[in-house]
């Protein structure tokens, strides 16, 4: 079906279009695309948002880095400045198999289009990055975990657009991992995938964060997990305990990719990687 | 709209409506139908392009996001007569078959090799991932492209426009 589709060149513009009724905003397009292909939407006008943010998409900034949301996989897992500080947000970004998608998918595309099992959330649910939302009338900061709601859906407000994201820096002592189990297509979702990112001391953990995607509505931490493995070892017996408490977190549903009893069976195996491999990015 | 944009080193201007995917644009106005449509849904890699210099899927492309841009596709790789070295590579191993998916392919390659003159077996691979070949189970299209890279180094040719 037609509609309309407008490259505004400055932000002045972009918020005019959208008082318009019924628009969607377009970055790479990997999802929107896809979804109108299938029907699943049919908007009237959709607003390209990309050459509005033409600084540069990835910046340092005293303790925080400050990435656009247009930045795409493919630069993100280029950046010198993520693989410094967020390796596993780098890892994550090259999970994303194509080349193709990877130089179109972008980061804010992925956050807005809230999949369960969006690659890049892993890594950002354990940074904690703070949006930046900018609306014609006032700008705000929202914590990821709060800004999406459920799959599919956030807390982006008609108007409004989502800016960068800001993630402060953290400790370079901890060890980053990011796993994925099945790939992925268009509206699939994989199999399982988790990241954490870890800090130990004498063979103690002393700080975890642990993310799952693809076996809950939203990507998750598990927090209990992290509270209970924290001050412990990682022997078999706590991996055990570990395992049990994962399953308790996650929600998986079955599919093509695989049924619920399989995701939480992979969900559990995976705790196994936990400390087992201090640094996936070497 | 009005579209400016540059296809495989001509500069064009035209009325289009920017709501039209690249793929039928490329194919269907300008008749570059080595551009192929396996699924239309970003799942295949045949349709990719070059735009500036990176490959994309032209089936998850409207005309006016292309706008001012630089749009290469396999007819722009050869120079006159002389196949581009890894057209050249695909015709000698085999990479080709049926060839539904070979221009795809090609791209993806020319900007692996314009990144990455020197890639491994496994780095050629996962740089492909996203291209899917229903005839040759890919042996011969990693051959081809390594085998290209070779030629490239050796030969210092100059890889796209
Ligand atoms: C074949 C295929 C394979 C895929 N594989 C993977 C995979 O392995 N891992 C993965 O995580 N994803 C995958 N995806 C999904 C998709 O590529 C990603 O979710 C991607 O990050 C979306 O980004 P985009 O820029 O293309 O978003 P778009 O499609 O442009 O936008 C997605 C949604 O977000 C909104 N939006 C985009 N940017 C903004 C913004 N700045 N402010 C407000 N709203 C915005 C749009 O309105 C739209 O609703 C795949 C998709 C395809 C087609
Ligand atoms: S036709 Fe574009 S990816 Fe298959
Ligand atoms: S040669 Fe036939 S699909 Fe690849």
New binding site residues.
């Given amino acids: 079906m037609a509609f309309e589709l407008l490259v505004p060149e400055d932000e002045e513009a972009l918020f005019s279009l959208m008082e318009e009724k019924d628009y969607r905003l377009l970055a790479g397009g990997t999802d929107l695309y896809v979804q109108m292909e299938k029907d699943l939407l049919s908007p009237d006008r959709v607003i390209d948002i990309t050459e509005v943010m033409a600084e540069p998409k990835i910046e340092e900034k005293k303790e925080k880095i400050s990435i656009l949301a247009t930045a795409t996989f493919q630069e993100i897992a280029e950046s010198l400045l993520i693989n410094r500080y967020f390796p596993v947000l780098a890892q994550s970004a090259l999970a994303v198999g194509a080349t ?1 998608l990877r130089n179109m998918a972008t980061i804010g595309g992925n956050i807005c289009n809230a999949s369960p099992s969006a690659d890049s959330l892993i890594a950002l649910y354990l940074l904690n990055p703070e949006l930046v939302l900018k609306s014609s009338s006032r700008e705000r900061q929202i914590a990821l975990e709060d800004f999406i709601t459920g799959p599919g859906e956030t807390e982006l407000f008609r108007g409004e657009y989502l800016k960068s994201l800001e993630i402060s820096k953290i400790s370079e002592d901890f060890s980053h991992y990011f796993e994925k189990v099945g790939r992925r297509n268009a509206l699939d979702i994989s199999v399982c995938t988790m990241g954490y990112i870890l800090k130990e001391e004498d063979g103690i953990i002393e700080e975890l964060r642990l993310a799952y995607g693809a076996v809950a509505p939203t990507v998750i931490r598990a927090t209990s997990v992290e509270e209970y493995l924290e001050g412990k070892r990682l022997n078999q017996e706590n991996v055990a305990e570990a395992k049990k408490l994962v399953k308790s977190e996650i929600s998986p549903i079955s599919d093509i990719r695989g049924s619920a009893e399989y995701r939480e069976k992979v969900a559990a195996r995976l705790v196994e990687k936990i400390g087992n491999n201090t640094d996936s990015s070497q | 709209m009005q579209l400016e944009i540059t296809v495989n080193g001509k500069h064009l201007e035209r009325k289009v409506d920017g709501d039209q995917r690249l ?1 039928d644009f490329l194919r269907e106005e300008l008749g570059f139908t080595g551009v ?13 392009v070059l735009i500036d210099g990176e490959s994309v ?4 492309t409207r005309v006016a996001q292309v706008d001012g841009k630089e749009v290469l596709t396999v007819e722009g790789l050869a120079e006159g007569e002389d196949l581009h070295p890894v057209q050249q590579a695909f015709v000698e191993t085999g990479g080709v078959q049926c060839g539904f998916c070979t221009p ?1 392919f090609i791209m993806v390659a020319v900007e692996l090799l314009e990144r990455n003159p020197d890639p491994s077996r496994e780095e050629i691979r996962e740089w492909i991932e ?1 291209n ?1 070949c229903r005839c040759t189970g890919y042996v011969k299209i990693v051959d081809a492209i390594e085998l290209a890279a070779e030629r490239m180094r050796t030969e210092g040719e100059k890889v796209g426009t």
């Fill in positions: 193709q | 793929i192929k449509e396996g699924c239309g849904v970003g799942e295949c890699g045949a349709c990719t899927l032209s089936c998850l795809g996203g899917i």
